[in-house]
């Protein structure tokens, strides 16, 4: 379940993206557009890794498509499977819980 903490510490996550992701491009932090959500998803598993349940909550519509593209574009990702609680008390089994394993230098998204 997510707490209200949980909650606001996502939103804050969130808005650190959007405004990370608006500094490295021309593109409205709220954007939906490819280039917008690989950039806020790079910034968001460069603080920490996130599961999909989290990285749609914090506005990624499709994570595993946004994880591809960042993959293809040559940065390491780990997938690793977990499971979780939901705030509606269900319990997931093998979430995705992406990491970034390492930057890697020269990559642009």
Request: with cysteine; net charge positive; hydrophobic share 30%.
């Amino acid at each position: 379940m997510t707490s209200p903490t949980n909650s606001h510490a996502l939103r804050e996550q969130g808005e650190a993206a959007n405004q990370s992701a608006a500094n490295r491009s021309n593109y409205n932090p709220w954007s939906t557009a490819t280039e917008a959500q690989n950039s806020k998803l790079l910034h968001l598993l460069q603080l920490r890794p996130h599961h999909s349940e989290e990285l749609r909550k914090l506005g990624l519509y499709h994570p595993p498509a946004r994880v591809r593209d960042l993959r293809q574009a040559g940065y390491p990702i780990a997938t690793n499977r977990i499971n979780l609680i939901d705030r509606d008390g269900f319990q997931h089994h093998g979430v995705a819980l992406y990491s970034l394993i390492a930057e890697s230098g020269g990559c642009n998204v």
